[in-house]
């Protein structure tokens, strides 16, 4: 069992800036790939930022040049930083991780609660 929980979530004014973190707990795991979505009232979950174990990055056309992610494989954590932010970014930020347990070989994906971020106008 693998157990994501996010911090960093906020209220913050338009043009503003916040910094999600993930952190991965548990035992006998490697994470393959991590990913940000984000879920808006109303509206379905959607990949914001996604990230490869060994640093490639993609995102949605919609952040591209004003959130950033990264990660820190030896601390198991997962970072989004985010500049510039617009009312439309509201929405709650989930962290996603696709892990490999080690002695059994298998993978599963794990999703985190959700950390909230408002932007006001």
């Known amino acids: 069992q693998v157990q994501l929980v996010e911090s960093g979530g906020g209220l913050v004014q338009a043009g503003g800036s916040l910094r999600l973190s993930c952190v991965a707990s548990?035992?006998?795991?490697?994470?393959?790939?991590m990913d940000w979505y984000r879920q808006a009232p109303g509206k379905q979950r959607e990949l914001v930022a996604a990230?490869?174990?060994?640093?490639?990055?993609n995102y949605a056309d919609s952040v591209k040049g004003r959130f950033t992610s990264s990660r820190d494989n030896a601390e198991n954590t997962l970072y989004l930083q985010m500049n510039s932010l617009k009312p439309e970014d509201t929405a709650v930020y989930y962290c996603?991780?696709?892990?490999?347990?080690?002695?059994?070989?298998?993978?599963?994906?794990?999703w985190g609660r959700g950390t909230q971020v408002t932007v006001s106008s």
């Open positions: 996603n991780a696709v892990v490999t347990f080690t002695t059994s070989l298998r993978q599963y994906q794990y």
């Open positions: 548990g035992s006998s795991f490697r994470i393959n790939t």
């Open positions: 990230i490869s174990s060994g640093g490639t990055t």
